[in-house]
C-alpha cells in the first residue's frame, strides 16, 4: 500500500531533508586526499546529532545482511557501486566516491546520495558522475501527477544505457516516509506510460546507480553489505527523496 502525505506531513519530511542535505555537503567539503572513510562518517554523525535527528542507516538490518549497518554513511569507492561500509581506508587523488546518507526527524525519513570524484581525476569518472547526475534530474522531472512510474524508470534508463553504461540489477528506489524504504519499488529502467500512476503525496527516492564498464552485475563483498561491479569497472550513485505534488516535483533532500 502507497501512503499519500499531506501537504504537513510533507513539509515534516522536508525537515529530515535538510538534516541528510547537510550532512551530505559536509561529508564533501570533508573528503579530500588522505582522510579516511571512518572520518566521514564522524561528519556526517556530527551534522547530523547536532540537528537533533537520528540516522536511518545505523542498525538498518534488512534481510539480505548478514549484520546490522554500522555507520550512518555508505562509503562506496571506485568498483564498490553501494552499501560500502566506512572503514580505514583513506581517500586517495582520482577516487570515486560515493556516499548515501539516510535521517529521520519525528519519525519522518529522508534518503539522499551523491558522487564525486576526489581531486581532478579520470575525465571518464568526472563523465559518469556527471550522467548519473542529469539521469536523477531528468528522472526527477518526470515526478509530476498523472504520470506513471515507468516515466521516471525510462528517464533514468535511457541516460544510462545511452551512455554505455551498466545499470546495477535488482536495486532501485524506493517510497520515503515513516520508513526509509516503502512501496513502491522504483526500477532504474522502465516502460513510457506503465506502471503506477504519480498522485499528489506520493513520496520516492530515485536513485540511478550506473557502471562505467557496462554490466549490470555485481558479486557482494564478504561483509554483506558492499556490492561491486562484477567486472572491476567504477561505479556512480546518485539519489534524492522527491514529492509528487499538484504544483511538481519537490525535492526534499535538496
Ligand atoms: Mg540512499
Ligand atoms: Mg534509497
Redesign the pocket.
Known amino acids: 500500500m502507497i501512503e499519500l502525505k499531506s501537504a504537513a506531513e510533507l513539509d515534516a519530511m522536508r525537515e529530515a531533508g535538510k538534516v541528510v542535505a547537510a550532512a551530505l555537503s559536509a561529508v564533501r567539503a570533508h573528503a579530500v586526499a588522505g582522510v579516511s572513510l571512518l572520518e566521514l562518517d564522524d561528519v556526517a554523525a556530527s551534522v547530523i546529532a547536532d540537528a537533533g535527528a537520528g540516522s536511518s542507516f545505523q542498525h538498518y538490518h534488512p534481510r539480505f545482511a548478514p549484520t546490522p549497518f554500522p555507520a550512518v554513511i ?1 562509503a562506496s569507492v571506485n568498483d564498490v557501486i553501494v552499501h560500502g561500509i566506512p572503514d580505514a581506508y583513506e581517500l586517495a587523488e582520482g577516487d570515486l566516491v560515493s556516499i ?3 535521517a529521520h526527524v519525528d519519525g519522518w525519513h529522508g ?3 551523491i558522487s564525486f570524484v576526489v581531486g581532478a581525476g579520470d575525465p571518464a569518472d568526472v563523465k559518469l558522475v556527471s550522467v548519473t547526475e542529469r539521469a536523477l534530474d531528468a528522472a526527477i522531472a518526470q515526478c509530476v501527477p498523472g504520470n506513471r512510474l515507468g516515466d521516471v524508470s525510462h528517464a533514468v534508463g535511457v541516460i544510462g544505457r545511452g551512455a554505455g553504461y551498466g545499470i546495477l540489477r535488482g536495486f532501485g528506489g524506493h517510497g520515503v516516509g515513516r520508513a526509509m524504504h516503502e512501496a513502491p519499488s522504483v526500477a532504474n529502467e522502465g516502460t513510457p506510460g506503465q506502471g503506477l500512476q504519480l498522485r499528489p503525496g506520493m513520496v520516492i ?1 530515485i ?1 540511478p546507480m550506473f557502471i562505467a564498464g557496462g554490466v549490470d552485475t555485481h558479486y557482494a563483498a564478504a561483509d554483506g553489505w558492499s556490492l561491486h561491479t562484477s567486472d572491476g569497472s567504477r561505479a556512480a550513485h546518485t ?1 534524492h527523496t522527491v514529492a509528487i505534488t499538484e504544483s511538481g516535483p519537490r525535492v526534499l533532500t535538496a
Open positions: 555508505c548515501d546518507c539516510g534518503d539522499s546520495a527516492a536513485e539519489e
